[in-house]
């Protein structure tokens, strides 16, 4: 797999790696026999993000970029990729965060941080390992935060942080009520309720209010399409 090559990361390759990794993966999927634009997609993405945070001076960690990859070769979910950004921002833990792209790599968190939640702030990387697939109703989080596995028995669920645990829950459709942008089916949440996501050229705010779940430089980049049968890689 692309995530087990041996040679050293450079910041000049780590869009194709990282392209080449997420789409291993992908096509490792039951039903995702074939991607075939699936690697200039996922680069194209990164390298716009990768721009913006080298605009704004931003250091890249090639040790982060590796253990993205490294979960990548193993992962049976992609929310395990959730982890330490790529470019540091100067964001602290419990400040909020940007995710400019719904990818993990790309977050204004400082080094040893990760962007979590609705309304984001940054809290320490907890080394969490992989899950299973969850009922509606199930937990889905450990006390200390870390995710037991991925809500999907009955598609589609999402994680309800806003429980004692959190469990598993429906999504909801527009214009019903809402605490988490993943609890509304195809929208997102906007004071409370659930609206229809922002086309490509909106202003946006974050990755999960855009229909191609990517915002770079505050505007929805646009629509990234995946065969029938793939994941989605921008989650």
Known sequence: MTGCRTEPLTEDDAAERYAGAACAWARGRDDCASWDDCEKTVSDVFAAAQARAQA???SF????LQSHLDVLAEAKYFYEVDGCSVYPGGAQAGEPCVREAALSVFASCGEGLVCRGYAPVCEPLDGCGGGHGLMSGDPCRAGDGCPLGVCDR?????????QSPAVCA??????EACTDDYGCLYGYC???TCV???AAGEPCARA???ASRVCVAGTCAAEIAAPVGC?????
């Open 231 to 235: 994941p989605t890689l921008f989650p």
């Open 61 to 64: 960690d090639a040790t982060c």
């Open 208 to 210: 999960s209010q855009c």
């Open 196 to 198: 229809a996501r922002l």
């Open 170 to 175: 429906p999504v909801v459709a527009a214009g």
């Open 56 to 58: 704004e001076g931003r």
């Open 154 to 162: 009955p598609e589609p669920s999402y994680c309800d942080a806003t």
């Open 190 to 192: 906007e004071a409370g």
